[in-house]
């Protein structure tokens, strides 16, 4: 079994379409806990529904985000997990964290990467005017948002979108692209070496993998 710690703030939509996919496919991955940093996230009702242990470490409680971070570090070392996934955390890491999980931390960005880094990525892309938009998964490192790409997600923008028509666009995209990104590195069907991204092989379980998914629409 593979093991998988999930970092978390709010909703944790992303989390329930891991869940989902490991059962679909019935990938050997296992989620070993579920870490989130705000007590009342929803996403810790769902993963307490799934059985899953979850663990809260409320920013607040910390007097600086090296003291916080070392705190989640000591929780996720715990875990011993094979890969750390972000989905939907919304603080920012610092280097020494980043540095301590290089190679093993993965994140969604809801933009095609390196586009609209940071905060509110759909007002951004319908500001710029784009026509396609979508999801990045990506390795982490030291750098906001940037990391070696493992996956995007493309999807059309359409003259009528607001932000929020956008968001649902993206996120359903999301949904399909993490657990594929996922499984595919916990597999090993996907790795990196000097930066770059490799495909080998089939894997130590079977994964469908592709380093983009297109919307049904374009
Ligand atoms: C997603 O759009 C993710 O890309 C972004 O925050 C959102 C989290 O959604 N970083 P959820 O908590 O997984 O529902």
């Known amino acids: 079994m593979k093991r998988l710690v999930v970092v978390i703030s709010g909703r944790g939509s992303n989390l329930g379409a891991m869940l989902a996919a490991i059962r679909r496919h019935a ?58 996934a972000l989905a939907g955390f919304m603080r920012i890491l610092t280097s020494e964290f980043c540095l301590r999980f290089a190679g093993r931390l993965v994140n969604i960005h809801p933009s095609l990467l390196p586009a609209f880094k940071g905060m509110h990525t759909h007002r951004q892309a ?20 940037h990391g070696p790409i493992i996956a995007q997600g493309i999807v059309p923008v359409k003259a009528t979108d607001d932000a929020d028509q956008l968001a649902e666009r993206v996120l359903e995209m ?29 894997g130590q379980f079977p994964c469908e993998y592709s380093p983009w998914l297109l919307h049904p629409d374009l």
């Open 27 to 84: 990938w050997p991955i296992e989620i070993v806990n579920v870490i989130s940093n705000q007590p009342l996230a929803e996403g810790l009702a769902l993963a307490r529904t799934a059985g899953l242990r979850t663990t809260v470490i409320d920013h607040a409680h910390f007097t600086d985000r090296a003291h916080f971070d070392a705190a989640l570090a000591d929780e996720i070392d715990r875990a011993a997990p094979d890969l750390i």
């Open 126 to 145: 319908l500001h710029a005017g784009v026509t396609i938009h979508g999801c990045t998964v990506h390795m982490v490192t030291t750098d906001l948002d």
């Open 174 to 202: 999301e949904h399909q692209l993490y657990p594929m990104a996922i499984a595919a590195l916990l597999s090993g069907r996907v790795s990196f070496a000097d930066g770059r991204r490799h495909e080998s092989g089939p």
